[in-house]
T-cell receptor, first 114, second 110 residues
């Protein structure tokens, strides 16, 4: 069974601060996605990283995939209240019975105070 | 582009009553479809997935069942709801490792 450990579980910061969320696993993933979810809605895909060491930027968000494709991080620069939400990482299985299945982290609840 | 419709958005059902949640997908054929359950503000637990009509795989034993009567329709059911079935249920279409979710159904069993 593949597991993704996501940390921290909760993050409460002031507007303008920087933050990083981590996802770690002992398993190798073929790709890793980050989602953002608002209350009462389904998660929305932010980015997919596929190659070990890959870095993707989406405005103030920077996503990195570990060299061994076992971990990932999401860094937000100068957080804004609109960034508030639940952030989820998910890894796609790399082979065997896990191939293609998504394993989700437990999520990080981010609150950005004005 | 693909669109996922899921309904109802909220549902309050008494213990012991039946359940039927429906999900339909537009804009793709032969999609891989998934039902997830999410505890409040936390990660997603995979309940069922289907790679085609009539093909259902269950990830965890539970009081729920799933069916796929048509290519782009996925249904989550229960004959008798338990209190522990309360939660936020999400239908998803998944391709190339990425998931696209419906709006979710908030189920409260009372």
């Amino acid at each position: 069974t593949q597991l993704l450990e996501q940390s921290p579980q909760f993050l409460s910061i002031q507007e303008g601060e920087n933050l990083t969320v981590y996802c770690n696993s002992s398993s190798v993933f073929s790709s890793l996605q980050w989602y953002r979810q608002e209350p009462g809605e389904g998660p929305v895909l932010l980015v997919t990283v596929v190659t070990g060491g890959e870095v993707k930027k989406l405005k103030r968000l920077t996503f990195q995939f570990g060299d061994a494709r076992k971990d990932s991080s999401l860094h937000i620069t100068a957080a804004q209240p609109g960034d508030t939400g639940l952030y989820l990482c998910a890894g796609a299985g790399a082979g065997g019975t896990s191939y293609g299945k998504l394993t989700f982290g437990q999520g990080t609840i981010l609150t950005v105070h004005p | 582009s693909q669109t996922i419709h899921q309904w109802p958005a909220t549902l309050v059902q008494p213990v012991g009553s039946p359940l039927s949640l429906e999900c339909t997908v537009e804009g793709t054929s032969n999609p891989n479809l998934y039902w997830y359950r999410q505890a409040a503000g936390r990660g997603l637990q995979l309940l069922f997935y289907s790679v085609g009509i009539g093909q259902i795989s269950s990830e965890v034993p539970q009081n729920l069942s799933a069916s796929r009567p048509q290519d782009r329709q996925f249904i989550l059911s229960s004959k008798k709801l338990l209190l522990s079935d309360s939660g936020f249920y999400l239908c998803a279409w998944q391709g190339f490792g990425e998931a696209f979710f419906g709006q979710g159904t908030r189920l409260t069993v009372v």
